[in-house]
């Protein structure tokens, strides 16, 4: 059974740092690109950040840019979301996925998905 599981999530004052973890099971994450969503309560699910199976390459949102590195562990099975200076705009719960179908921050390319990971940032 494929499956993807977050952790790392919890409550972090503005300025703190988080790492989530997404590790998979059932397949190998090697051959998949991996993109980390996030969605707040009454807004759409939104491309944070993503990572390809093939050369590595990158993307990140404006909005996370320079405060948020992806990076995989392809030994581990396992994907990382680095995210430091935390803001309240944030405070979303965050989903990681895989596709084998392409990448990028749009969630209709990912075909499966983790049950996600609560990131709260407050004071």
């Known amino acids: 059974q494929l499956q993807l599981v977050e952790s790392g999530g919890g409550l972090v004052q503005p300025g703190g740092s988080l790492r989530l973890s997404c590790a998979a099971s059932?397949?190998?994450?090697?051959?998949?690109?991996i993109g980390w969503f996030r969605q707040a309560p009454g807004k759409e699910r939104e491309g944070v950040s993503c990572i390809s199976s093939s050369d590595g390459s990158t993307y990140y949102a404006d909005s996370v840019k320079g405060r948020f590195t992806i990076s995989r562990d392809n030994a581990k099975n396992t994907v990382y979301l680095q995210m430091n200076s935390l803001k309240p705009e944030d405070t979303a719960v965050y989903y990681c996925?895989?596709?084998?179908?392409?990448?990028?921050?749009?969630?209709?390319?990912?075909?499966?998905w983790g049950q996600g990971t609560q990131v709260t940032v407050s004071s």
């Open positions: 996925a895989a596709s084998k179908r392409g990448w990028g921050p749009f969630p209709h390319e990912y075909d499966y």
């Open positions: 059932g397949f190998t994450l090697d051959y998949y690109a």
